[in-house]
């Protein structure tokens, strides 16, 4: 299984960016999607996810109406637009994937609750 993320740069205050993760070697639509962040010396910090047909997204309260998540099962790709950047969201992105078990929604803000993990994309966000 491989998670391919990209789309992470330096920015401004304010802009956008989006990120992308690619997919394969898993059957995609079968798992939900997550992205998590991660500040140095820290933890991974989950941002949002989305489930297995797309139709309901979980955000952490930070993010909420600057973050988008999306996928399209077509291209085995999920997406992650981040619009009024703030410095505070400088962090390396992580895109990770969860069988959906039925436990998943409890443990959804956790690392643990994911199988497989991409390799990062810095997000820089000067103020």
């Known amino acids: 299984v491989q998670l391919q993320a990209s789309g992470g740069g330096l920015v401004q205050a304010g802009d956008s960016l989006r990120l992308s993760c690619a997919a394969s070697?898993?059957?995609?639509?079968?798992?939900?999607m997550g992205w998590f962040r991660q500040y140095p010396g820290k933890e991974r910090e989950f941002v949002a996810a989305?489930?297995?047909?797309?139709?309901?997204?979980y955000y952490v309260d930070s993010v909420k109406g600057r973050f988008t998540v999306s996928r399209d099962n077509a291209e085995n790709t999920v997406y992650l637009q981040m619009n009024s950047l703030k410095p505070e969201d400088t962090a390396v992105y992580y895109c990770?994937?969860?069988?959906?078990?039925?436990?998943?929604?409890?443990?959804?803000?956790?690392?643990?609750?994911?199988?497989?993990w991409g390799q990062g994309t810095l997000v820089t966000v000067s103020s």
């Open positions: 990770a994937a969860a069988w959906a078990r039925t436990d998943w929604y409890a443990y959804r803000h956790s690392s643990g609750a994911y199988d497989y």
């Open positions: 070697g898993l059957t995609f639509s079968s798992y939900i």
């Open positions: 989305i489930s297995r047909g797309g139709s309901n997204t």
